[in-house]
């Protein structure tokens, strides 16, 4: 199936920096979407995005939707120790024709106090 | 409150035997999803739900099975078929027009004995 490509694995950062992660593929999607998962939580969506070249903030997150629809990244600003967490991206490139959403791995956020 | 339910939290069951995973929505959501995940990896579909009584096979289908028959609910069970199914089983929702944003419940971590 489609793979999207999500970096960094993981992050360790001190309070108060800003941090920057991406998603790319190798084919066109039509919405990326960032989610947040706690441990042993569901993931919680944080921004959607859904045209490409879309820059989208949600409080301290902000979020773009690359210009070649091939990419996607998430930028927090001034983190606080409860950014810890994982943070997906994911996207569809089906049209709307199958509901179904490719999920990057994650990239597991450590923020030191 | 509006939200997507899965019970239990923790689960544990002897090798062998099925188990069966309860998903409620209380969104109205038309559409629901399983997804498996395991430790460094991203979220892996299972089986997907456009619609009652209709469903179809994800990304890894195999020795799982699922039931539509009402709007609010999406049982998963996991039979003794299935190789390796420890792990965390997480439900989602969305509606049929905003499909591609999905909302997920908490997640039930099962694990075989």
């Known amino acids: 199936g489609q793979q999207l490509n999500q970096s960094p694995q993981s992050m360790f950062i001190q309070e108060g920096e800003d941090v920057s992660m991406n998603c790319t593929s190798s084919?066109?999607?039509?919405?990326w979407l960032w989610y947040k998962q706690d441990p042993g939580e569901g993931p919680v969506l944080l921004i959607a995005?859904?045209?490409?070249?879309e820059l989208t903030s949600n409080g301290r997150l902000t979020a773009q939707f690359g210009i070649t629809r091939k990419d996607s990244f998430l930028n927090i600003s001034a983190s606080i120790p409860s950014d810890v967490g994982i943070y997906f991206c994911?996207?569809?490139?089906?049209?709307?024709?199958?509901?179904?959403?490719?999920f990057g791995k994650g990239t597991l956020l450590t923020v030191n106090p | 409150d509006g939200g997507i339910t899965q019970s239990p939290k923790y689960l544990f069951r002897k090798e062998g035997q099925n188990v069966t995973l309860s998903c409620e929505q209380n969104?109205?959501?038309?559409?629901m999803y399983w997804y498996r995940q395991d430790p460094g990896q991203g979220l892996r579909l299972i089986y997907y739900s456009q619609i009652v009584n209709d469903f179809q096979k994800g990304d890894i289908a195999e020795g799982y099975s699922v039931s539509r028959e009402k709007k609010e609910s999406f049982p998963l069970t996991v039979t003794s078929a299935q190789k390796n199914p420890t792990a965390f089983y997480l439900c989602?929702?969305?509606?049929?027009?905003?499909?591609?944003?999905?909302?997920f419940g908490p997640g039930t971590r099962l694990t075989v004995l």
């Open positions: 994911a996207g569809d490139n089906s049209g709307g024709s199958n509901y179904k959403l490719t």
């Open positions: 084919s066109i999607f039509n919405t």
């Open positions: 989602a929702s969305s509606r049929r027009e905003g499909y591609d944003t999905q909302y």
């Open positions: 969104l109205n959501h038309d559409a």
């Open positions: 995005l859904y045209k490409a070249g």
